[in-house]
Nanobody, 114 residues
Framework: QVQLVESGGGLVQPGGSLRLSCAAS????????MNWYRQAPGKERELVAS????????HYADSVKGRFTIPRDNAKNTVFQQMNSLKPEDTAVYYC???????WGQGTQVTVSS
């Protein structure tokens, strides 16, 4: 069955960087677009970044544009989220999602604090 497993979250100081990973299994990863979402306490889940199946097109929320990227490695069935210049308002649980079929991972906590 479809499985998405996120990793790489943690505590980081403002201005720091983190790289999240989402390992996919149970489907042909290279055929599907992927997303990263996040949900902060008391807020709705929001779309952070998207990438097409072959990586040819990416889209970012205005709040992370220029700071986050969403590379993918189809040979390793993994999508990443590289997060630079992190701010306290980036604190959230981050989820990866396969658009088609609406499959979600369990999430990984990112906390940006001094």
């Amino acid at each position: 069955q479809v499985q998405l497993v996120e990793s790489g979250g943690g505590l980081v100081q403002p201005g720091g960087s983190l790289r999240l990973s989402c390992a996919a299994s149970g489907f042909t990863f290279s055929l599907y677009a992927m997303n990263w979402y996040r949900q902060a306490p008391g807020k709705e889940r929001e779309l952070v970044a998207s990438i097409t199946n072959n990586g040819g097109f990416t889209h970012y929320a205005d709040s992370v544009k220029g700071r986050f990227t969403i590379p993918r490695d189809n040979a390793k069935n993994t999508v990443f989220q590289q997060m630079n210049s992190l701010k306290p308002e980036d604190t959230a649980v981050y989820y990866c999602r396969r658009q088609i079929g609406d499959y979600w991972g369990q999430g990984t906590q990112v906390t940006v604090s001094s």
